[in-house]
């Protein structure tokens, strides 16, 4: 095995910086936790067990002491995650699993779960653990010196005598941590295969878990350091996962024109199929493919059904699978006009041919061909010859590419029944209080009600209006609309709000003048447009002294005080507040409970409480990590260690949208969680980082009073999501969490 030069050096060269900063473990470390796993769970401790012992021991993953805890979650001084990431999933990866709620064993898969009884359970323990003891003796007759064919060999010998557990990430985690010098750290096929790639050397042929790792054995050699030092520099420099190679034509149209000029000037690639409309709404499920099926074949294919299914396959990988990272070849014919690096999500412009987008940076412009033929017939393809995987990455790596520059998704997906009760409550109170902890989109229900109500009188959305009648609701630079919005301060007050005095220059000397307030005007547009309803938007309404900028409204707002006047005591004036006019509020519980209002304030409005709704980001998994599930767990901690309020301390799912729609990106939710997230629990813990690790465990180093910020590097990812997931080992029993399984009938194994 021989690295080109220019590879190697740049792996010994990391591999230098990681030992000197302690990022990599000293070899006499490695071999101290190598042993310590083999004396918690290696072949003669397994063997030792039997009943429940054994398999509470090897299954219970609740259990801190278990064996598929520490395979999974374990990253402490004892035993630190450095051995290669599982996470991600379902607890039933390993088998079977103990359900903590209800103390039950189930096996089975996420969508069909069996419950076993305790006899059952120890029979399939039993059984994983008879394949683990003859993966062991094959692992131990494989020679030192081994080559592919052993190798081979020995992939058939455990698909044989071990099926159940060789082809699972866990069960070559524990292969791995016992033969550390023979297995590598990469317990994906995937992953195994792309770090080859990327190092320029030709996987063997064939498929599973143990085929490859020779190579690494061989590469670890030598540049003269352990394979687990190899695999942790490898994601440093390629990266924390896999991205994958797509061929995007450049021809489109009636007319077949090349738009590879456009491709390349504006930075994007894109696809025709332009009647479908706007795709934004599709994502990486089922049943929005089926869905854009039914779409494009009533649009473009309606007599022909396999036509019809094959243009959806390619516009949603275009739209869903093709991910920030991932790497396009625009092609014409056999020509690769040139490679660039998806730098966003889907974007749609209706006003071009071109209407579906996806940004690219590009990083070689240069015209070549492919090694062998593939994707030629496709508009939208995926590359998988490891010949032309192989010519791709000589070409980049002839020219490393700029640093990766995400660009935000758009889009906006609104929800269903949170307008509908804000109606119901101004119906009935003309005043409503939408209360809850920070990120519940308290303001953007505010808002998105007030549009839409104000639309109704239209007929439609209010997405739907022309640009005049959208304005004729929320206003523009010139006149006000029949949507308005303040937000309270502590030193908003009765002038600023109905009425009041303000310095002014009259003939070059100082006066006052008496100024109208935001609510005034509102009524009195108002009274003027009895036919029509007027909104006004009070953000952070509890941030404000609401018994003085009220003042005598605290009477009028009562629904059947409406249209009554009273004598305004600083004009003198009559004011009444009509009755088609409403106000929606907006408070964050974090500042102050709804249980401090004025009791004569809280009369006269309706609340509605939004609290976190994980539900919200359940359909979409930020990288690995299952974002809805890991929300509720984190707020789970947040109450229980927290205390008083502690319910509204909690983490808004709002914090993790953009435009209405979950961050997909793993990068993007790290940033949210590194910026918005952590200083905000640390505000909630008054800096008590033995509540801040309860609360999140191993991104705390409570002895040194920080967060543990180095997760946080990209090549770190896998660390990172374990200590984002030990916590809560319940997550990834979640039965309703979905596995990452591709809709086009792969599956995507526990990454590395």
Known sequence: MHLDLAISTQIITLRDQLLASGELLPLDRLKDFYRLFRQRFGPDRLSSLDGEELLETM????????????????????????????????????????????????????????????????????????????????????????????????????????????????????????????????????????????????????????????????????????????????????????????????????????????????????????????????????????????????????????????????????????????????????????????????????????????????????????????????????????????????????????????????????????????????????????????????????????????????GQPFENLSPSQQAEIIGSAETPGRVRSCTFHPSYGYEDFLEGYRPVILHDQPAFRLVDGIFKRLCQDAARQPGRKFYLIVDEINRGDIPRIFGELITLLEKDKRGQFVLLPVSGQPFQVPANVYIVGTMNTADRSIALLDTALRRRFGFIELLPDPALLNVILAGPLPLGAWLAALNRRIVENIGRDARNLQIGHAFFMENGRPVSDFGHFVRILQEDILPLLEEYCYEDYDALEKILGALVDRPKQRFRIELFDPARQDELLQALLAPSPEIVTDGNTPSPTDVSGETDNDAS
């Open 59 to 458: 299954h219970n993953s609740s259990n801190r002491d278990s064996m598929t805890y520490w395979l999974e979650f374990k990253n402490d001084a004892e035993f630190p995650v450095r051995f290669g990431s599982i996470a991600g999933g379902s607890a039933l990866k390993f088998g079977l699993f103990r359900r903590r709620e209800t103390g039950q064993w189930i096996t089975g898969s996420p969508q069909k779960q069996q419950i076993l009884s305790v006899t059952e359970a120890i029979q399939l323990a039993r059984r994983n653990r008879q394949q683990l003891l003859d993966g062991v003796k094959l692992l131990e007759s494989l020679p030192s010196n081994a080559n592919d064919a052993d190798y081979a060999r020995l992939q058939a010998d455990l698909d044989r005598l071990a099926p159940d557990v060789s082809d699972t990430a866990w069960g070559h985690k524990y292969f791995s941590l016992l033969f550390p010098d023979k297995l590598d750290d990469y317990h994906n096929p995937d992953y195994q295969r792309f770090h080859l790639i990327k190092l320029l050397q030709t996987p063997p042929v064939g498929e599973g878990r143990y085929l490859v790792a020779g190579r690494y054995v061989a590469i670890s050699q030598e540049l003269g350091m352990p394979i687990n030092h190899l695999a942790i520099l490898l994601n440093r420099l390629h990266g924390g996962r896999p991205y994958r190679y797509w061929r995007i034509g450049v021809r489109m149209g009636p007319a077949n024109t090349n738009y590879w000029d456009t491709f390349r000037d504006q930075s994007f690639v894109a696809l025709g199929w332009g009647d479908v409309g706007e795709l934004s709404w599709v994502r990486y499920n089922q049943e929005d493919k089926d869905k854009l099926r039914t779409l494009v074949a009533e649009r473009y294919y309606p007599n022909t059904p396999q036509v019809a299914g094959q243009a959806t396959q390619k516009i949603f990988n275009f739209v869903a699978t093709i991910q920030p990272g991932d790497l396009v070849l625009a092609a014409d014919g056999v020509d690769i006009l040139g490679i660039g690096r998806v730098v966003g999500g889907y974007n749609h412009d209706p006003l071009t041919d071109l209407s579906h987008h996806r940004p690219v940076e590009w990083l070689s412009p240069e015209t070549w061909k492919l090694p062998e033929t593939e994707g030629l017939q496709s508009a939208v393809s995926e590359l998988r010859k490891t010949a032309n995987l192989l010519d791709i990455e000589r070409r980049l790596q002839l020219a490393p590419p700029p640093p990766l520059i995400p660009l935000p998704a758009p889009g906006i997906v609104r929800l269903s029944g949170i307008v509908a009760r804000i109606q119901d409550v101004l119906e009935r109170k003309h005043q409503v209080i939408l209360y809850g902890p920070p990120g519940t989109g308290k303001t953007y229900w505010a808002l998105q009600t007030a549009h839409q109500l104000g639309a109704a009188e239209f």
